[in-house]
């Protein structure tokens, strides 16, 4: 049997549960030794979110595995993906390749029908729950937004007074001139070419864009 481990962290994930990378890839190198396994390698993405199935390591692990028909192990689901869809559409990926997965904080393992169950349970009650918690987080915001408190980023426009907001004249400016420009038909392009010509810039010094347009309008 041979194995192909994937670990991987964010900084939030790092700072706030400690499951540190070095951690993960003792565990996997652990359940290896114990299952008399073939440890080929152990790929890591450091400091990226799981929401995407875009990230080098994981497309590096998953080919790896393809190459060696081995089984992908990682330390929790959680290191997979953030998504159900996107943790069972790699495992099914994994299966058509005669491959298979395991997750060792959920000791699930797809070799087997009753793992394979298990794991598509547990998949959709870990994104339950992280609904839940993005539900809970927005009904926060705004009951602060609603009593009139800062929340977030302050948006262009205005400046932070404590917990208030108040408008800032040189922003609201810049502000206006983006509004007339673009209720005068004017594109997103047109109108961030126009206010680099004036020698306008965001907050990090840098020209406006046409997606820092759209953020500039909707503030």
Partial sequence: ?????????????????????????????????????????????????????NRPGLVRALELAEQHRAALVVYSMSRLSRSTRDTLEIVERLDASGCEFASLTEKIDTSSAGGRVIFRVLAALAEFEREQLAERVTAAMAHCKSQGRVVGSVPHGFTRNGSQLERNADEQSVKDIARVMRESGSTLREISAELATRGVFNRAGRPFNPKSVVALLAA
């Fill in 1 to 53: 049997m041979k194995i192909i481990g994937y670990v991987r962290v964010s900084t939030t994930d790092q700072a706030q549960d400690g499951v540190s990378l070095d951690l993960q890839r003792a565990k996997i190198a652990a359940y290896a030794d114990l299952n008399g396994a073939e440890l080929v390698e152990i790929v890591a993405d450091a400091g990226l979110s799981g929401k995407s199935q």
